[in-house]
Structure formats: C-alpha cells, structure tokens
C-alpha cells in the first residue's frame, strides 16, 4: 500500500530515523543495558521540562498517567476544567476512578481563564485540578503561566496539567510554573508511534501520592520514582519505545530547544495565514491558537468559507495526505490540520498545495 502522509493532530508522521531506533534489538529491561539507556536520556528529558525532577516512562497511552494522577491525588475533590472533547472527558474519568469531581466548562473553541478557575478554587472545596494545555479538539491553548500562578495562592491543590500535544512543541517549564503532574504520550509533538507517556511529578505530588491508600499499582507515582532512581520502569517497558525517544532527543539537541518550539510557532502561522487566505476563519478564539495544530472553522463560526470537508478530505488523501474532518460535535464544520513533530516550511507549503488542488476541484 503507498504511504499517506500524515497530517492529522496524532499520530504524526514518523521519520525513518526514528522508526530505525525503534526496531533496534531487544536489551533485558532489568539490566545495566536498559540502566544505561534510561540514565542517558534522563538529563535531556529534565531539560526539555525545564525540571530538576526526575521524568517517568510509562507503557501506556497518556490516558494512562492521566487516570493514575486522579487516583494518586484527589482525595477531597477535582475540578475538571473543560474545554474540548478530550477535557471534557477528565469529568467521567474522575467520576469513573470513584472521585467527587466537578466541571468548569467554557464554550468549545475559548480557553479556561485564570480568573474562572480562581473564583472554584476560592471555595475551598478542591484538592487537585485537571487542565488540558493544548486541547487537541478545538485548536484552543488555554493561557498555563496565568492558569498555574494560582499555585502560589493555593498551594495545597496539585495542579495536574496534560501537555499532550504541546510538549516538545512549546516551552513548558514545570518547576518555574510550580506545576504538581505534566504528561504527555509521544505520539503527537514528539513525532513517535504511540504506546509511550513522558510524565513528571512535583515533590508535594509524590509526598501527597503515598498517602493515597488505593493509588493502584501499575500508574503508582510511588512507584515510578523508586524505580527512576534506578533508572528503570515500575513494571515491562516498551524498550523500542525508549530507543525511539532517544534518538528523538537527540534530533531536538540538534535542532536546539529553542529553534523546536520556533519553529513549531511558525508554522502555525503559516497554517493560520493559508486558511485566512482561502477564505476560512479560524476556530479558536483570537489569541489562543494552538501552535501544533490549526482548527479550521468550516461553518462552525459565523461566516467564512464552507465547504464539503468529507470530499476535501478525499480530495487530499488522493494526493497522498491526510488531514482531519473535525472531532466530536464539530466534525464537518471544522477541520483540522496538524503542524507537529518534524514538520517542515517546506513541507507545510506541499500540504497547502494539496489543499489548494483539493479546494480547486471543489469548485
């Protein structure tokens, strides 16, 4: 079958560089072999998080760590701060881990505001926060600095941040901003299969985990930290995965941090500069644009270009790459396309040209 690229918000197209690290051959993964790798990377993982912590591997998706953080954390009540199909979600998956949660729900397409998650934590009534960074659904990123300066106001909430499809896209410094989780999986940003999540936890997240009695086992923040000391995993790793994550980091050393994350901003606008073009308005509300993927408003804003995203869809695919008709209640009247992992100018500008192709023949 020939190859579609990807240009959907995950997973991500994956260089045959990564995919060659990937395949290596297996090494036990309770030997000095798995020791050496893990201990290797370590330093590069707590400098892509700005982080004096030690930064966790887990063999799962993101969804994974994100279930363990309700379960090793919350032991009053969670506010779920929602925004998108994917924040939205933490509400059940709180309510499904037997936690008292309670939603602060913004309309799709506007971020989560400071001001709105201090008037909830003023009641008194939380002891932990979820808040999706980039919400992959809408295109949104929601404002994080301004959102986890509250941590100096109410430092006995842990604040647990999913940074799926920003990390590796954009800085994040965990310890600056006084964050308690961030995770991620490989499969957006990072330009990785999926089946990885890269995961640190502050000192008062680990100090509050080992007094939660039903953290469970196999997400157990406990757990994750002794073994780290070690450099190893709680349970099985998957050891391709690790071998793809180091030579990922060693392409972001090359690139250099700082030229990653501006790089992933220019294309973004880029994105945002062609969709102007074309007629489309964007999704997101003005100034809270996601810098890793671009939501195409197609009818779901007030004017702007409407077409028939299902034929565009196959239109672009016919030429060989795919992009995304919307997700969940905005499928259809959004699209989205991704910007993520190793993009390129020169890459971005074929996916525009097939778009353009693909918008001809529209009519």
């Keep these: 079958m020939a190859h579609v690229k990807l240009h959907i918000p995950g997973p991500v197209e994956v260089s045959e560089k990564t995919f060659r690290a990937f395949c290596q051959p297996m090494i036990g993964h ?21 982080t004096r912590q030690l930064v966790y591997l887990s063999t799962s998706s993101a969804w994974g760590v994100m279930e363990g953080a309700i379960r ?15 924040s939205d979600k933490w509400l059940d998956v709180s309510k499904r881990c037997g936690k ?35 919400e992959t659904s809408t295109g949104v990123m929601s404002p994080l600095a301004e959102i986890a300066a509250l941590k100096q106001k109410y430092p006995d909430v842990m604040f647990i941040v999913d940074a799926v499809s920003s990390m590796s896209g954009t800085k994040i410094d965990f310890d600056a901003l006084g ?27 680990l100090a509050k985990a080992a007094t939660m009695k039903d953290r469970g086992y196999y997400f157990d923040f406990v757990e994750f930290q002794k073994n780290a000391e070690q450099s190893m995993t709680p349970s099985t790793p998957s050891i391709g995965h690790v071998y793809a994550l180091a030579s990922k980091l060693e392409d972001f050393a090359a690139e250099g941090l700082e030229n990653r994350f501006a790089r992933h901003a220019r294309l973004a606008q880029m994105t945002r500069d062609w969709a102007a073009g074309q007629g489309f308005n964007l999704f997101p509300e003005k100034g809270y644009e996601s810098v890793t993927l ?4 197609n009818g779901a804003r007030p004017g702007g270009r409407v077409v028939d995203v299902a034929k565009l ?9 795919l992009i995304d008709g919307g997700y969940g ?10 910007n993520m992992g190793d993009e390129t100018e020169a890459t971005m500008k074929q996916l525009y040209a097939a778009l353009d192709k693909g918008l001809g023949q529209l009519g």
């Excluded at 954390?73 to 506010?79: A, D, E």
């Excluded at 308690?180 to 995961?199: C, E, R, Y």
Aim: glycine share 8%; hydrophobic share 45%; proline share 5%.
């Design 329 to 338: 209640k905005i499928k259809g009247t959004t699209f989205r396309l991704s």
């Design 30 to 50: 309770r030997g000095q072999g798995f020791k050496d790798l893990y201990a290797k990377i370590q330093p590069q993982l707590q400098g892509l998080l700005s």
């Design 313 to 321: 869809q196959k239109l672009v695919k016919d030429q060989g790459i």
């Design 294 to 297: 671009t939501c195409v408003s």
């Design 100 to 134: 008292e949660a309670e939603a602060l729900q913004v309309p799709w397409g506007s971020p989560i505001r400071a001001e709105e998650v201090d008037k909830k934590l003023a009641t008194g009534q939380f002891d932990a926060l979820t808040l999706i960074h980039n």
């Design 179 to 205: 964050l308690d989780v961030l995770l991620a999986g490989t499969q957006k940003a990072f330009a990785m299969p999926p089946g990885l999540a890269v995961f640190v936890c502050s000192p008062a997240a």
């Design 72 to 86: 090793n954390l919350v032991s009053k009540k969670v506010l779920n701060c929602m925004c998108g199909a994917f």
